[in-house]
């Protein structure tokens, strides 16, 4: 980029090391970070997969898919990452992303307030119910909505933004980002590696603006399910996730139940 004479030319690094980008990629900003080596992907590998052949043993689980991606230089490492799995309440991400795609058009649609008049969703079964569901007869602002959805996994704030967004908009940022978007009335399913592109342009803030794309992720690393990725995680390291879980179509009911994560070295909290 060039510069005029004169020209105040932002401090990136100086505003992520005091706080304003927490969440998002510090080499936007010019700083230094240490990266994973193939070397290290390889013996992650192993570790995992020992981990996930026990917990089968264990009848624990029946099958697992893990993705790790450096996000910084690329070194990944999979395991059963290409398998289809039913996203659930993870597809609250790609909407509240392209919520705030339009919100870059529109600035005042993040505050633009909606009526939550009657449920639409009517489920009683979840594992996981928010905790602090919206409740009918009151008014919500959509930046509100998008924040229940994500940190409580809140079914109806989630329907009451994306009847506002409409479904146009949310397949837009589906194809957009080069992924199948979902058809009405009709199953649904990706791959834990495919899901991870939505992180990733989060991260590096490569579909929405930086501001946005650091909101949305500081809503993910505020959720309130804490029975996933997150367990045994250091202190000082923020994880932006989302989980969803999908009652399966089996005899003995079981369920898929998927913790979805970005891990991010946040030093400075």
């Known amino acids: ?5 004169g020209e105040t030319i932002p401090d990136l ?8 980008y927490r969440y ?39 099958t697992a898919a893990v993705y ?5 230089n690329g070194p990944w490492m999979g395991l059963n990452e290409k398998a289809l799995f039913y996203p659930a309440s993870m ?15 529109d600035p005042k649609l993040l505050d633009k307030k909606i009526a939550f008049e009657a449920p639409v969703i009517q489920r009683t079964d979840l594992l996981f119910p928010p905790s602090h569901p919206i409740e009918v007869g009151k008014s919500y602002t959509m930046r509100e909505l998008a924040r229940r959805a994500l ?17 146009t908009n949310i397949a837009q940022a589906f194809s957009d980002l080069g992924i199948p978007e979902p058809k ?11 899901y991870g592109s939505f992180l990733r342009v989060l991260y590096n803030a490569s579909y929405v603006k930086r501001d946005y794309s650091e ?40 369920r898929e139940t998927h913790r979805i994560p970005l891990q991010l070295h946040v030093p400075f909290l």
């Open 1 to 5: 980029h060039t510069h005029e004479v």
């Open 13 to 20: 690094y100086n505003e992520h090391v005091s706080g304003k």
């Open 24 to 62: 998002t990629n510090e080499l936007l900003a010019c700083g230094d970070i240490n990266s994973l080596s193939v070397g290290s992907m390889e013996t992650l590998r192993e570790t995992v997969r020992t981990i996930i052949d026990e917990a089968k043993t264990e009848s624990s689980i029946v």
């Open 68 to 72: 790790v991606r450096d996000l910084d």
């Open 91 to 105: 597809l609250k991400l790609p909407l509240i992303i392209a919520l705030y795609k339009e919100a870059e058009n």
């Open 151 to 167: 940190v409580y996994s809140d079914n109806e704030a989630a329907a009451l933004a994306g009847n506002e967004v409409g479904f």
């Open 184 to 194: 009405p009335g009709e199953d649904y399913q990706l791959s834990v590696r495919t």
């Open 215 to 254: 909101e949305i992720l500081k809503m993910l690393s505020e959720s309130e399910f804490q029975n996933g990725i997150s367990v045994g995680v250091a202190n000082g390291i923020a994880v932006a996730h989302k989980f969803g879980e999908r009652e399966g179509e089996v005899v003995d009911i079981q």
